[in-house]
């Protein structure tokens, strides 16, 4: 398949769910609502709620349910952006080729527009039609667990934060990836299998490739960060190493990163085998999470 056109049809339909799903710029108090729209229509290649689409979609799963599960999850997402680019934390000044929501907003508002897409995210989810009681509460514990300080992103970030500067050690570094970008990524494509009402089989299989192609994904990242430029990244290159963070590249080099990273690309790919052709956008995204350039 194209991927590139599927990627950007799809990134125009999220785009529209997102738009009716977010409050309008002049709801009261309009400061914040223009914030939050500003970050989440700043650009994007829209990974995450693709890959809800897509792995909803490799087992029959309802499109309208998945376009609202994965417009809550990239709120949630870009919740997450606003508060990594804040002084207090990445403290950097470009986020998807534009100035970050702190540069535009002030610190104040950026909190706030993080905390309120964090909170819309969940009242999408309470509110999504169609899906049972059933579904609505195994997703909604799924990204509260991806999101949080166990296993996390949150608690990913706090290893992230406290590893800078310190010798790389491997295990924490994995912990860093599973947790900080892994997890979300992996419960994308959990998420969207409880809304088609997944099988354990599928499950099982969708939640291994969710899970190499979330590490995958930031393991390219970290490369990123080193062989990209800013222009290209849309956001700082070389602050990894700048920071001294915990980085694959850091600890094993570019060649043996890339290396990697393609293991588990085409791991995850044959972890999707049983689905068939129905898993064949997934099948694309996941060599397009290796392959790309920004």
């Known amino acids: 398949m194209d991927i590139l056109k599927y990627l950007n049809e799809t990134k125009q339909e999220f785009d529209r769910f997102l738009d009716l799903l977010l409050p309008p710029e002049n709801e009261q108090p309009p400061t914040i609502h223009r914030a939050m729209r500003y970050s989440v229509f700043a650009g994007g290649k829209r990974v995450r709620p693709i890959l809800t689409l897509a792995a909803g979609e490799s087992i029959g799963g309802a499109r309208e349910i998945l376009f609202h599960l994965g417009s809550a999850i990239e709120m949630i997402h870009t919740y997450s952006l606003i508060h990594d680019d804040l002084p207090a934390l990445d403290n950097d000044d470009l986020r998807r080729g534009l100035p970050t929501c702190h540069k535009m907003f002030g610190d104040a508002m950026a909190i706030l527009a993080g905390d309120a897409l964090m909170t819309r995210c969940y009242q999408v989810l309470a509110e999504v039609p169609g899906l049972s009681c059933s579904a609505r509460l195994a997703i909604i514990r799924e990204i509260s667990y991806a999101t949080g300080t166990v296993e996390g992103m949150i608690g990913g970030q706090?290893?992230?934060?406290?590893?800078?500067?310190?010798?790389?050690?491997?295990?924490?570094?994995?912990?860093?990836?599973?947790?900080?970008?892994?997890?979300?990524?992996?419960?994308?494509?959990?998420?969207?299998?409880?809304?088609?009402?997944?099988?354990?089989?599928?499950?099982?299989?969708?939640?291994?490739?969710?899970?190499?192609?979330?590490?995958?994904?930031?393991?390219?990242?970290?490369?990123?960060?080193?062989?990209?430029?800013s222009e290209n990244l849309g956001k700082t290159a070389g602050k990894d190493e700048k920071v001294k963070k915990a980085t694959y590249p850091a600890l094993y080099g570019i060649e043996a990163s890339r290396v990697k990273a393609r293991e588990l690309m085409t791991g995850a790919i044959e972890d999707i085998g049983i689905l068939g052709e129905s898993a064949g956008p997934l099948r694309s995204i996941a060599r397009f999470v290796y392959d790309r350039t920004a």
């Not at 979300?184 to 299989?205: D, F, I, K, P, Y």
């Not at 393991?219 to 430029?229: K, N, P, Q």
């Open 158 to 229: 706090v290893v992230d934060l406290e590893s800078e500067g310190k010798p790389i050690d491997p295990p924490v570094l994995e912990y860093i990836h599973r947790s900080k970008t892994g997890a979300l990524l992996t419960a994308c494509v959990r998420c969207g299998a409880l809304a088609a009402q997944a099988n354990e089989q599928q499950l099982q299989s969708l939640s291994e490739f969710g899970r190499k192609i979330g590490l995958a994904f930031q393991i390219v990242d970290d490369v990123l960060d080193i062989t990209a430029s």
